[in-house]
């Protein structure tokens, strides 16, 4: 079982940033497909943010160009940097594992972001 455990949430103006970490408890950073996910109150969870094994990157469209993905593979952390936030970006975010192809499917506890002035 591979525990997520997100962290940096908190509350921020329009306009200004945010970094989400998530310590993974193994390192499959290499075989998982590592993501970024969002739910806001009323609505399904949307991905946001995914990184491959490989090292690709894919984001929403909503995000992409404001948000970065990235994993420090030494430290087992995945990271998601927040800049130019938006009200729209409130939210709790959750880190997510994923591996396809033996179905295994792990997800964090949330942490919320909120964006008010």
């Known amino acids: 079982q591979v525990h997520l455990e997100e962290s940096g949430g908190g509350v921020v103006q329009p306009g200004g940033s945010l970094r989400l970490s998530c310590a993974v408890s193994e390192s499959i950073f290499s075989t998982y497909i590592m993501g970024w996910y969002r739910q806001a109150p009323g609505k399904q969870r949307e991905m946001v943010a995914v990184?491959?094994?490989?090292?690709?990157?894919d984001y929403a469209n909503s995000v992409e160009g404001r948000f970065t993905i990235s994993r420090d593979d030494a430290k087992n952390t995945l990271s998601l940097q927040m800049d130019s936030l938006i009200t729209e970006d409130t939210a709790v975010y959750y880190c997510?594992?994923?591996?396809?192809?033996?179905?295994?499917?792990?997800w964090g506890q949330g942490t919320q972001v909120t964006v008010s002035s």
């Open positions: 997510n594992a994923k591996h396809y192809v033996i179905g295994h499917d792990y």
């Open positions: 990184i491959t094994g490989g090292g690709i990157t």
